[in-house]
T-cell receptor, first 112, second 112 residues
Framework: EAGVVQSPRYKIIEKKQPVAFWCNPISGHNTLYWYLQNLGQGPELLIRYENEEAVDDSQLPKDRFSAERLKGVDSTLKIQPAELGDSAVYLC??????????FGPGTRLTVL | DAKTTQPNSMESNEEEPVHLPCNHSTISGTDYIHWYRQLPSQGPEYVIHGLTSNVNNRMASLAIAEDRKSSTLILHRATLRDAAVYYCILSFSGGGADGLTFGKGTHLIIQP
């Protein structure tokens, strides 16, 4: 079974530039999550989707962050414009049953 | 929100059992206990979860105290590949469908 796929794995941008991360969950997993992980900390939830509906986006900084999951399968997380403090690892996870979450390898973002 | 407390780090020897403690004195009756681990440069990985009874799977065992105020993740025979950060997490609803709230976890070091 293929795991959660994320791209790119690494991204370096200048501050104020836009950036986008892509996630393809495990086939058949209706629930998709985006997390942010700062160095030395545990992941923090940004948004949760059930199929194409964002059911929890309370932690998503909506002034600069946006996400979509148009067909209820893959998803894109965007930051515009990026700030220095956005440097982190962005993790995507999916779940088949609401009990176990399967995480991708993450995208490491560096904002200069 | 119920919180968990874990030691910052633990050391163990290869091929010996490892007992990772977690305190959650304010756990509510419907909170499930989840354990995830994160190997270096990877996304978190589901290990095990439970409510009241002890649980076993191919990766580990979860021992839950009778009053549910603490739990222990047991790795029966540690290998070098078990070196990771282990997170003990409570889910606020009946299942894990909600986003998980990770703490800092326990950094497990395995000595050869």
């Amino acid at each position: 079974e293929a795991g959660v796929v994320q791209s790119p794995r690494y991204k370096i941008i200048e501050k104020k530039q836009p950036v986008a991360f892509w996630c393809n969950p495990i086939s058949g997993h209706n629930t998709l999550y985006w997390y942010l992980q700062n160095l030395g900390q545990g992941p923090e939830l940004l948004i949760r989707y059930e199929n194409e509906e964002a059911v929890d986006d309370s932690q998503l900084p909506k002034d600069r962050f946006s996400a979509e999951r148009l067909k209820g399968v893959d998803s894109t997380l965007k930051i515009q414009p990026a700030e220095l403090g956005d440097s982190a690892v962005y993790l995507c996870a999916s779940s088949p049953d609401g009990w176990r979450q399967f995480f991708g390898p993450g995208t490491r973002l560096t904002v200069l | 929100d119920a919180k968990t407390t874990q030691p910052n780090s633990m050391e163990s020897n290869e091929e010996e059992p490892v007992h990772l403690p977690c305190n959650h004195s304010t756990i509510s009756g419907t909170d499930y206990i989840h354990w995830y681990r994160q190997l270096p440069s990877q996304g978190p990985e589901y290990v095990i979860h439970g409510l009241t009874s002890n649980v076993n799977n191919r990766m580990a065992s979860l021992a839950i105290a009778e009053d549910r105020k603490s739990s222990t993740l047991i790795l029966h025979r540690a290998t070098l590949r078990d070196a990771a950060v282990y997170y003990c997490i409570l889910s606020f609803s009946g299942g894990g469908a909600d986003g998980l709230t990770f703490g800092k976890g326990t950094h497990l070091i395995i000595q050869p």
